[in-house]
């Protein structure tokens, strides 16, 4: 098998292409990049992949697909840099690339749940045909061979490999409603709202009641927070009352002891003492 060759090289910016159908590149991280690339510079190079193009005259043309860095690389393009510094990869095919985008991925990039389970699902399925490692023996079925792969090569739990999968199995219109809900970022939700039959109406509605839900739910504990200081600012102006009517009707001399007396009993046994003196 031939050997990948990676090296590190400065290459010119506008010759990078980043192809389209790659995650969005977030203003708010490229502007915070941009602020520490002014002070400490590029820290972490990006990479790419060589791609060289045989001209019609039989002359080569070489340009760079990029894997990883569509932040830093934003970023340079702000700061009016012509080079950028690059891990350069020769010889990789389009599911290596991919493989390697995804790893950038789930250890660089800030990922919703549905986001990280998506790109382990697709490792799981790139990597049989990569060829990346040897199959485990044993008997295991083909789903756990690929699930104990990627936990072996990402490096993650094979139960969260398992439940990337079950989310990722999610439909495409259920996976848009967990979006819009602000569900996307939940996995035990994700996982609830699946439908063994990938019936996608019944997955949505399960995301809209698991929202409507966690919305009532919040309501109720604020409700219940409110109370609270509703009652405790009734208690306060009760004391204040209590308080203002003793100094009232007892003489200065005698407070130290009615307060020893408050403070070593309860109000429900003061209570019922003075019920049974007033009988």
């Given at each position: 098998?031939?050997?990948?060759?990676?090296?590190?090289?400065?290459?010119?910016?506008?010759?990078?292409?980043?192809?389209?159908?790659?995650?969005?590149?977030?203003?708010?991280?490229?502007?915070?990049?941009?602020?520490?690339?002014?002070?400490?510079?590029?820290?972490?190079?990006?990479?790419?992949?060589?791609?060289?193009?045989?001209?019609?005259?039989?002359?080569?043309?070489?340009?760079?697909?990029?894997?990883?860095?569509?932040?830093?690389?934003?970023?340079?393009?702000?700061?009016?840099?012509?080079?950028?510094?690059?891990?350069?990869?020769?010889?990789?095919?389009?599911?290596?690339?991919?493989?390697?985008?995804?790893?950038?991925?789930?250890?660089?990039?800030?990922?919703?749940?549905?986001?990280?389970?998506?790109?382990?699902?697709?490792?799981?399925?790139?990597?049989?045909?990569?060829?990346?490692?040897?199959?485990?023996?044993?008997?295991?079925?083909?789903?756990?061979?690929?699930?104990?792969?990627?936990?072996?090569?990402?490096?993650?739990?094979?139960?969260?490999?398992?439940?990337?999968?079950?989310?990722?199995?999610?439909?495409?219109?259920?996976?848009?409603?967990?979006?819009?809900v602000g569900l996307d970022g939940n996995a035990s939700a994700l996982?609830?709202?699946?439908?063994?039959?990938?019936?996608?109406?019944?997955?949505?509605?399960?995301?809209?009641?698991?929202?409507?839900?966690?919305?009532?739910?919040?309501?109720?504990?604020?409700?219940?927070?409110?109370?609270?200081?509703?009652?405790?600012?009734?208690?306060?102006?009760?004391?204040?009352?209590?308080?203002?009517?003793?100094?009232?009707?007892?003489?200065?001399?005698?407070?130290?002891?009615?307060?020893?007396?408050?403070?070593?009993?309860?109000?429900?046994?003061?209570?019922?003492?003075?019920?049974?003196?007033?009988?």
């Open positions: 098998m031939k050997k990948n060759i990676t090296t590190l090289e400065d290459i010119y910016i506008n010759d990078i292409q980043v192809c389209e159908g790659r995650r969005h590149v977030d203003e708010a991280t490229v502007a915070a990049l941009t602020a520490s690339m002014v002070e400490i510079g590029l820290k972490v190079p990006i990479s790419v992949r060589l791609i060289v193009i045989e001209l019609d005259d039989g002359d080569n043309e070489g340009t760079y697909q990029l894997i990883a860095g569509a932040h830093r690389l934003a970023a340079a393009k702000q700061l009016g840099w012509d080079f950028i510094a690059a891990f350069v990869s020769r010889d990789e095919s389009d599911d290596q690339v991919k493989l390697w985008e995804i790893a950038e991925n789930l250890h660089r990039a800030e990922l919703s749940v549905l986001e990280r389970s998506e790109h382990i699902t697709e490792w799981v399925l790139l990597t049989d045909k990569v060829g990346q490692s040897a199959h485990p023996s044993g008997g295991i079925q083909p789903a756990d061979k690929g699930i104990s792969k990627a936990s072996k090569e990402l490096g993650i739990e094979r139960t969260e490999v398992r439940r990337s999968t079950k989310i990722a199995g999610l439909t495409p219109e259920a996976k848009k409603v967990a979006v819009e996982l609830a709202a699946k439908d063994k039959s990938g019936d996608a109406t019944k997955e949505i509605a399960n995301l809209r009641a698991d929202r409507a839900r966690r919305d009532a739910e919040k309501e109720r504990k604020e409700v219940e927070r409110s109370n609270r200081g509703i009652n405790s600012a009734i208690a306060v102006t009760d004391a204040e009352q209590y308080a203002e009517w003793l100094r009232e009707h007892s003489a200065i001399q005698e407070m130290p002891t009615i307060i020893s007396w408050i403070e070593g009993t309860k109000n429900k046994d003061v209570i019922a003492a003075i019920r049974r003196q007033s009988a």
